[in-house]
T-cell receptor, first 110, second 114 residues
Framework: EDQVTQSPEALRLQEGESSSLNCSYT??????LFWYRQDPGKGPEFLFT???AGEEKEKERLKATLTKKESFLHITAPKPEDSATYLCAVWGGATNKLIFGTGTLLAVQP | DAGVIQSPRHEVTEMGQEVTLRCKPISGHDYLFWYRQTMMRGLELLIYFNNNVPIDDSGMPEDRFSAKMPNASFSTLKIQPSEPRDSAVYFC???FGGGKNEQYFGPGTRLTVT
């Protein structure tokens, strides 16, 4: 069964303190891995898609990387506005479904 | 574009009542997804449509749940009868081209069943 596990469940950082969020997955034939950001009371907002091991993508202070078993979301010098829940999702097999992890709640304190 | 539109934003109802959630996807998108989000189980896919046709409803919890997409610009998720364990945030999302492309989520409907 396809599965996505995110860690840690929650992370508290000081402004400027860089860190990484982890997304490990088991899926039959990974076709894509997605990162989303979700603010309280809102729907998830798309950040990145990674399609193959070794691929990296960057957006402002965020960089996503992918290996054959996991993905990392690196946050460099975070600011309070980066506080949100970060969700990872995998697309695999013959369907068009995404399987989501339960997310990492990030709090960045000034 | 206004993005994915959902209504109502909040719904409070009593156990046993019928609940209908509504969604307008982004114009031009050919896939529509219904999700449910709870603290315990996270974001779960309930059902998705391609070109208004239901493709996979394996995530629908039970027969009390039903979804329709009568045209490319409108979909409904109905719960009849509702139960307290249905309390959750329900999201609608749309995309163009299926799994390989990002999904755009609506703001969600927070459902409380008392």
């Amino acid at each position: 069964e396809d599965q996505v596990t995110q860690s840690p469940e929650a992370l508290r950082l000081q402004e400027g303190e860089s860190s990484s969020l982890n997304c490990s997955y088991t899926v039959s034939g990974l076709r894509g891995l997605f990162w989303y950001r979700q603010d309280p009371g809102k729907g998830p907002e798309f950040l990145f898609t990674l399609y193959s091991a070794g691929e990296e993508k960057e957006k402002e202070r965020l960089k996503a990387t992918l290996t054959k078993k996991e993905s990392f979301l690196h946050i460099t010098a975070p600011k309070p506005e980066d506080s949100a829940t970060y969700l990872c999702a995998v697309w695999g097999g013959a369907t068009n479904k995404l399987i989501f992890g339960t997310g990492t709640l990030l709090a960045v304190q000034p | 574009d206004a993005g994915v539109i959902q209504s109502p934003r909040h719904e409070v109802t009593e156990m046993g009542q019928e609940v209908t959630l509504r969604c307008k996807p982004i114009s031009g998108h050919d896939y529509l997804f219904w999700y449910r989000q709870t603290m315990m189980r996270g974001l779960e896919l309930l059902i998705y449509f391609n070109n208004n046709v239901p493709i996979d409803d394996s995530g629908m919890p039970e027969d009390r749940f039903s979804a329709k997409m009568p045209n490319a610009s409108f979909s409904t998720l109905k719960i009849q009868p509702s139960e307290p364990r249905d309390s959750a945030v329900y999201f609608c999302a749309s995309s163009f081209g299926g799994g390989k492309n990002e999904q755009y989520f609506g703001p969600g409907t927070r459902l409380t069943v008392t």
